[in-house]
């Protein structure tokens, strides 16, 4: 069984400047998530959708964060202008109603210069 | 928002040795899962215990929850050098939508020494 695939692995950008994540999740699973875990500190939920719909979108920062799961598969994460806040690893992860656990990506590390 | 603190934030132990990870957290919870990751990986899970339940093992593991504390602590026995990791707790609950939220807590980074 593949495992949640994320892209790309790793990204540097100058502030001010917009980038795109994208997920895989396992196939099959409804759920998914994309967490922000900032160097030293526990993944911190950004956006979590079931199916196409998004189901807590809370902590995600809307004036320049935005996601979307368009045909309830793949995900992608997109952060336009970036912040030298937002230098932190971007974790997808995924889930399914067999399951109580998530799996997660390697993830996409940020560095915003 | 993170719901578990877990202590200690680091620890340094020889091979062979246990080592002792806690967890509080603030509100009530489902379940409560513990998830290990290595350095420059994704989180992979280690063991689920429900809120009903006091202990869980797993082979090396031993969880325990204390629900009217609202903490937990996780226990590797006999440690080795590959148990290098961090160790996250994630607090569960069930949402209307079907689905479940999982937040995470603060970590604890493990060092075994060969």
């Known amino acids: 069984e593949a495992g949640v695939a994320q892209s790309p692995r790793y990204k540097i950008i100058e502030k001010r400047q917009s980038v795109a994540f994208w997920c895989n999740p396992i196939?099959?699973?409804?759920?998914l998530y994309w967490y922000q875990q900032i160097l030293g500190q526990g993944p911190k939920l950004l956006i979590q959708?079931?199916?196409?719909?998004?189901?807590?979108d809370s902590q995600l920062p809307k004036d320049r964060f935005s996601a979307e799961r368009l045909k309830g598969v793949d995900s992608t994460l997109k952060i336009q202008p970036a912040k030298l806040e937002d230098s932190a690893v971007y974790l997808c992860?995924?889930?399914?109603?067999?399951?109580?656990?998530?799996?997660f990506g390697s993830g996409t590390q940020l560095s915003v210069l | 928002s993170q719901q578990g603190e877990e202590d200690p934030q680091a620890l340094s132990i020889q091979e062979g040795e246990n080592a002792t990870m806690n967890c509080s957290y603030k509100t009530s919870i489902n379940n409560l899962q513990w998830y290990r990751q290595n350095s420059g990986r994704g989180l992979v899970h280690l063991i689920l215990?429900?809120?009903?339940?006091r202990e869980k093992h797993s082979g090396r593991l031993r969880v325990t929850l204390d629900t009217s504390k609202k903490s937990s602590s996780l226990l590797i026995t006999a440690s080795r050098a590959a148990d290098t990791a961090s160790y996250f707790c994630a607090t569960v609950t069930y949402l209307t939508s079907g689905t479940y939220k999982y937040i995470f807590g603060t970590g604890t980074r493990l060092k075994v020494l060969a």
């Open positions: 215990i429900r809120s009903n339940e």
């Open positions: 992860a995924s889930s399914s109603r067999g399951y109580e656990k998530l799996f």
């Open positions: 196939s099959g699973h409804a759920t």
């Open positions: 959708f079931q199916n196409n719909g998004v189901v807590d």
